[in-house]
């Protein structure tokens, strides 16, 4: 049982609505999504396109531009053929992009004042706060930040002690 929304709540009663906030995680686009969304908007044959996408290696943060110095083939295959080169070029520019947003399980920020004077916020479809600013470091804004994925510990111990 999953008790990591009774937290939620628990704090949201506690330090009210207008100063709590779950975080949003925006999921960018990679290079192999922007190559094969821009070839899927470009009209191309899958097969093609799939090739060229299975030839950007399944590292982690790799770049279109980083896949074309490492992959002699990849290089190659942008040189000579224009659609090809068309494809890539037009995916550069979407790779890194917002492609969707989805609010984070266990993330949650607690304002000193109103959440919605004082940063981005917006409302999810159920209607919770969400928070839109960036994290990086140590918060110096007069933001609490926390997750409570411990609560799914929790839940887990609590399980064990009671079976």
Same mark, same amino acid.
Request: proline letters at 2%.
């Given at each position: 049982?999953?008790?990591?929304?009774?937290?939620? =709540?628990?704090?949201?009663?506690?330090?009210?609505?207008?100063?709590? *906030? $779950? %975080?949003?995680?925006?999921?960018?686009? !990679?290079? @192999?999504?922007?190559?094969?969304?821009?070839?899927?908007?470009?009209?191309?044959?899958?097969?093609?396109?799939?090739?060229i996408?299975?030839?950007?290696?399944?590292?982690?943060?790799?770049?279109?531009?980083?896949?074309?110095? =490492?992959?002699?083939?990849?290089?190659?295959?942008?040189?000579?053929? *224009? $659609? %090809?080169?068309?494809?890539?070029?037009? !995916?550069? @520019?979407?790779?890194?992009?917002?492609?969707?947003?989805g609010?984070?399980?266990a993330?949650?920020?607690i304002a000193?004042?109103?959440?919605?004077?004082?940063?981005?916020?917006?409302?999810?479809?159920?209607?919770?706060?969400?928070?839109?600013?960036?994290?990086?470091?140590?918060?110096?804004?007069?933001?609490?930040?926390?997750?409570?994925?411990?609560?799914?510990h929790?839940?887990?111990?609590?399980?064990?002690?009671?079976?």
């Amino acid at each position: 049982m999953n008790r990591r929304g009774e937290v939620i =709540e628990y704090v949201t009663r506690k330090y009210g609505r207008e100063q709590v *906030a $779950q %975080i949003i995680t925006f999921n960018t686009m !990679a290079a @192999k999504a922007a190559i094969k969304d821009c070839g899927r908007a470009m009209d191309m044959p899958y097969g093609d396109v799939d090739r060229i996408a299975k030839l950007i290696p399944a590292t982690i943060g790799i770049t279109i531009d980083k896949a074309l110095e =490492e992959q002699p083939e990849l290089a190659k295959i942008y040189a000579s053929d *224009a $659609q %090809i080169r068309e494809l890539i070029d037009t !995916a550069k @520019k979407l790779e890194g992009l917002v492609r969707g947003s989805g609010v984070h399980a266990a993330g949650v920020v607690i304002a000193a004042a109103r959440v919605d004077g004082t940063c981005s916020d917006c409302e999810d479809q159920e209607r919770r706060n969400c928070d839109r600013l960036r994290y990086e470091g140590d918060r110096k804004d007069g933001f609490a930040q926390d997750g409570f994925s411990w609560a799914d510990h929790a839940d887990c111990h609590h399980g064990r002690i009671e079976a």
